[in-house]
């Protein structure tokens, strides 16, 4: 079962939270230019472990390490673009390794979904400036970074495409010709800065339209965004974009340092599944967590979906 088909049931999609938070939690060092995906050469059995954690809470989708993977950014590890590639394919692997030690232990449950997880280019520049977008390179060389991403990822059996806190309206108006030479169903989520716009300033609506009548994205909504804005975000980007289901997966609510590294701020997890049960009233069909969200933050949510 592929997204498409998954988002025919009307009850809302329950996603992972925080890979890199729970990789955290089981203790992986992980404050490297590749963050989650350095696990993929040096700890491969934390990530399956990780991606487990988060089936057992009870998401129903899982991402891949491979947000912060890139032929770039393992070059720095000396490997070629061959290797590259192959390792992160191994993202995928370890993911479908993760659903099936799940569905072993838990063979009545419905088939989780794998989603390859697809960040924006700032994601390889560790800087955050995923939350800014100001890249300053050619239109040329985003579109042939993310060309060869994609053509990856869509060859690697997943059951969705998950392009991540985009943060510009040119990196998504990249995205909509590319997408449209992929076949595996894909979302977009872009990264804002308020109730309104994107990370660049764009309005919400403007961004989402984008993929208003794109036949290959089935999702489009907000990732990595601070949750007290989550609620207008979806409320703005179901009017804009009605045929497609909506996707929120904020942060917990503590706020990103990029100069030091450091979080500030709390969320407790009862809090953030309140949260989530008024995005889903608000038109979303897909919801989750992003950064600072652990497995504990998922069962929550599962438990207030599953209570009327």
């Known amino acids: 079962m592929n997204l498409r088909e998954r988002l025919r049931d009307p009850a809302p999609l329950l996603l992972d939270g925080g890979l890199a938070t729970q990789l955290e939690a089981q203790g992986c060092d992980i404050s490297n230019e590749l963050w989650s995906a350095s696990l993929l050469l040096d700890d491969p059995q934390a990530i399956v472990d990780a991606n ?5 809470a009870g998401a129903e989708c899982i991402a891949t390490a ?17 290797e590259a590639d192959e390792l992160m394919l191994r993202s995928v692997t370890l993911a479908k390794q993760a659903r099936e030690e799940f569905m072993a232990a838990n063979p009545d449950a419905p088939g989780p979904l794998v989603a390859a ?17 100001d890249y300053g390179i050619p239109a040329e060389t985003l579109r042939a970074f993310h060309a060869e991403r994609l053509q990856l990822f869509d060859r690697a059996g997943t059951d969705a495409l998950a392009l991540e806190t985009i943060p510009s309206a040119l990196e998504a108006e990249i995205l909509v010709d590319l997408l ?3 076949e595996t169903p894909a979302w977009v989520s872009f990264s804002c800065r308020d109730g309104g716009h994107t990370s660049d300033g764009t309005a919400i609506e403007e961004a989402a339209s984008l993929f208003a009548d794109h036949p290959m994205v089935v999702a489009v909504g907000i990732n990595c965004t601070p949750p007290q804005y989550a609620t207008e975000l979806v409320r703005r ?9 909506v996707i929120a997966y ?4 503590e706020t990103w340092n990029a100069e030091d ?6 969320s407790t997890p009862i809090d953030y599944a309140s949260a989530a049960k008024g995005w889903v009233a608000a038109g979303a069909r897909i919801v989750g967590g992003c950064c600072r ?6 069962r929550a949510i599962s438990e207030a979906l599953a209570d009327p």
């Open 52 to 56: 487990r954690a988060f089936l057992d």
């Open 66 to 82: 491979s947000y912060q993977a890139s032929r770039q950014g393992l070059a720095k590890r000396g490997l070629a673009a061959r």
């Open 117 to 133: 997880s697809v960040g924006p280019y700032g994601a390889i520049l560790h800087d955050g400036s995923e939350y800014r977008g």
């Open 180 to 182: 449209g030479e992929c």
């Open 237 to 245: 980007v179901a009017s804009a974009v009605p045929d497609k289901a």
């Open 250 to 253: 904020p942060n917990s609510g």
């Open 261 to 266: 590294g450091t979080w500030s701020g709390t």
């Open 293 to 298: 969200t652990g497995p504990e933050h998922i």
